[in-house]
C-alpha cells in the first residue's frame, strides 16, 4: 500500500484534472472530425483509446516533471512534500515507472494510422522538454498549450484526414486556453518561484496578470466562434458554446493572484470547461 500510495502521489492519479486537460482536447479534435465521418464505432474506440493515452502520458509527464524539478520543488511551500523532493523514492526508481507508462503508452499509440504514430512519438519530444522550459523563458506556458493540446491535430488524423487549416484553428484556440488557465495556476507559486529564479507568464504579467489571461481567454473565444460560425444558431451546439465562453469569464472574475485558493478554484474549473466544449462539438 506504501508503494501503490507513492505511485499516485507521483503520477497525480488522486488529481484527475491533469490528465483531463490532456485528454479533453483530444475529444474536441476526434469528434470534429466525427462530424464529418459519422463513423460511431472507430469514433467511440478511439476514444477510449485517447482517454487511457492521456492517463499514461500524463501520470509520465509528472514523474519526469518531478525527476527534473526535484531540487526546486524542495524550495517550494505547494511541492516540498512531493516524493522525489522529499527523498520518499529514488530518480532511478522514478525513472522505471515513466519507462513503464510510457511502454503502454506506445503500445495504445500504435492502434492508430502511421501519420498520427509519427505524430504521437513527436509529442514525446514536447512532453519531456516542457520541464526545462520554466528555467529558460517567461513563457513554459505556452509551451504547455503547445504539448498539452497535440492531441487536437493527433485525435484529427487518426480519423484518415489530413492536417488542415480548420483543425489548426482549433489547435491555436486551445493553446491560448492552455495559456489562460496555467497562467492563473501558476500565479499561486509566484513569490517562490521569483526567489528560486523559476520564470512563468504569471511572473511576467503579474501586474497585469487578468488583462493577460483575459486576452488569452478572448482570442480563444474569437477563434472558436470563427471555426465554428456555420453551426452558431438556435441549437443545443450554441448553448453549450456560449456556456463555455461563460465558464472563461467566471474564472476570470473570480481568481485573485494573492489569493492561492481562488487560482486554484479557477483553474479546476477549466475541466469542466472542457466538458462542456466537448458537449458542444459533439451537439453539432
Same mark, same amino acid.
Not at 516533471?65 to 524542495?74: A, E, H, L, S, T
Not at 515513466?98 to 509529442?123: D, M
Not at 504579467?205 to 493577460?212: M, V
Given at each position: 500500500?506504501?508503494? %501503490?500510495?507513492? /505511485? ?8 484527475? #484534472?491533469?490528465?483531463?486537460? $490532456? ?6 479534435? $476526434? ?11 472507430? =469514433? ?29 520543488? &524542495? ?5 516540498? &512534500?512531493?516524493? %522525489? ?9 522514478? %525513472?522505471? =515507472? ?5 511502454? !503502454? ?12 504514430? !509519427? ?5 514525446? !519530444? ?25 492531441? #487536437? #491535430? ?10 488542415? =487549416? ?37 511572473? &511576467? ?6 488583462? /493577460? ?41 473570480? /481568481? ?15 475541466? $469542466? ?12
Amino acid at each position: 500500500m506504501k508503494h %501503490l500510495k507513492i /505511485f499516485i502521489d507521483l503520477t497525480r492519479l488522486n488529481k484527475p #484534472i491533469g490528465f483531463m486537460l $490532456l485528454f479533453w482536447p483530444c475529444s474536441w479534435g $476526434l469528434t470534429y472530425a466525427q462530424s464529418f465521418n459519422q463513423n460511431s464505432s472507430m =469514433y467511440f474506440y478511439y476514444l477510449i483509446l485517447f482517454f487511457f493515452g492521456s492517463l499514461l502520458m500524463r501520470s509520465a509527464g509528472c514523474i519526469f516533471n518531478d525527476i527534473v524539478d526535484k531540487d526546486f520543488d &524542495k524550495k517550494v511551500k505547494r511541492t516540498k &512534500k512531493r516524493p %522525489l523532493a522529499a527523498n520518499i523514492i529514488s530518480v532511478k526508481h522514478a %525513472l522505471f =515507472y515513466v519507462t513503464f507508462l510510457c511502454f !503502454f503508452a506506445f503500445l495504445i499509440l500504435i492502434q492508430f494510422n502511421t501519420l498520427t504514430i !509519427f505524430l504521437g512519438l513527436g509529442s514525446m !519530444f514536447l512532453a519531456f522538454s516542457y520541464p526545462f522550459m520554466k528555467r529558460i523563458t517567461y513563457w513554459p506556458q505556452l509551451f504547455l498549450g503547445i504539448t498539452f493540446n497535440w492531441g #487536437i #491535430i493527433m485525435s484529427w488524423t487518426s480519423m484518415g484526414y489530413d492536417i488542415s =487549416y480548420d483543425i489548426l484553428t482549433l489547435y491555436a484556440a486551445a493553446i491560448f486556453w492552455t495559456l489562460g488557465y496555467d497562467t492563473i495556476y501558476g500565479a499561486q507559486d509566484m513569490s517562490d518561484d521569483e526567489i528560486i529564479g523559476l520564470k512563468s507568464t504569471s511572473i &511576467k504579467f503579474k501586474k497585469n496578470i487578468k488583462f /493577460f489571461v483575459g486576452s488569452c481567454y478572448f482570442l480563444n473565444a474569437l477563434m472558436l466562434s470563427f471555426l465554428f460560425l456555420e453551426f452558431i444558431g438556435i441549437n443545443f451546439f450554441t448553448l453549450f458554446l456560449l456556456v463555455f465562453f461563460l465558464s472563461l469569464f467566471y474564472q476570470l472574475k473570480t /481568481f485573485k493572484k494573492e489569493k492561492q485558493k481562488s487560482c486554484l478554484m479557477a483553474f479546476k474549473i477549466n475541466n $469542466l470547461s472542457g466538458l462542456i466544449l466537448f458537449l458542444s462539438i459533439y451537439s453539432i
